[in-house]
């Protein structure tokens, strides 16, 4: 479906306590099946934000490869800026911002390692190519040209000619717990719909309606 037109769709129907799942990553798995189902492109792209040991805020874009009740999923190099921030503070937040729909979801939540036999079964997955680059970048380092880069990528496409890339020591998957999401609407006139869940003491999901 375009995207306008399924903009215009869910911003006449609006969003409704009564039109939500119990459990919010159902809401999400609704939204983002729904979003898939549309032409925008990199419907798996989210912000990701972290804190650094100064208090700063970093912010930048990875996509989502895996999602289920115990979190969602993203992958990247465990000498990376992202990284260092998460192994001191593992507190992140992540945004979808699916404007051309008139959505947004917002996530809270802590960052911990997915266990290397889960890095391994995604790494085997992912295009030759980008197996490569993931020895090739040393992630968030500074290099003096892009040359560099490519040489790096050169030597180890020859390294590895001849057999299957090993997954990197250095290189892996992060799942986000969830603490909270909130799903966001656009509607007429800036009243957009706007529903928070969150967990309550005996660990169950509760939710309710914020203000635009």
Known sequence: MKAEEFRREVMQQ????????????????????????????EP???????????????????????????????????????ARH??????VSLLFPWHALGRQVKI???A?????????K???TRPRGSQIGAWASEQSQVISSRAVLDGLFEKMKHKFSNHEIPL??????????????????????????CFL?????????????LAP
Do not use: C
Not at 112 to 120: P, R, W
Not at 168 to 193: C, I, K, M
């Open 14 to 41: 609006g969003l409704s306590q009564k039109q939500l799942f119990a459990e919010p990553i159902k809401q999400f798995e609704n939204w983002y099946t729904e979003t898939l189902e549309t032409d925008i492109p």
């Open 122 to 124: 995604y790494f085997a």
């Open 112 to 120: 911990e390692k997915v266990s290397t036999a889960e890095s391994l």
């Open 168 to 193: 990197p020591s250095f290189w892996g998957g992060y799942r986000v717990r969830p603490e909270t999401f909130e799903f966001w609407q656009a509607r007429d006139n800036r009243l957009h719909d």
């Open 86 to 91: 998460m192994a001191t503070n593992p507190k």
């Open 197 to 209: 869940y969150q967990k309550n003491p005996d660990d169950q999901w509760t939710s309710e309606r």
């Open 44 to 82: 798996n792209a989210m912000v990701l934000a972290t804190i650094d040991a100064d208090g700063q805020p970093w912010q930048r874009t990875v996509l989502l490869k895996l999602f289920d009740e115990e979190g969602l999923v993203f992958f990247t190099n465990y000498e990376s800026r992202k």
């Open 108 to 110: 809270t939540g802590v």
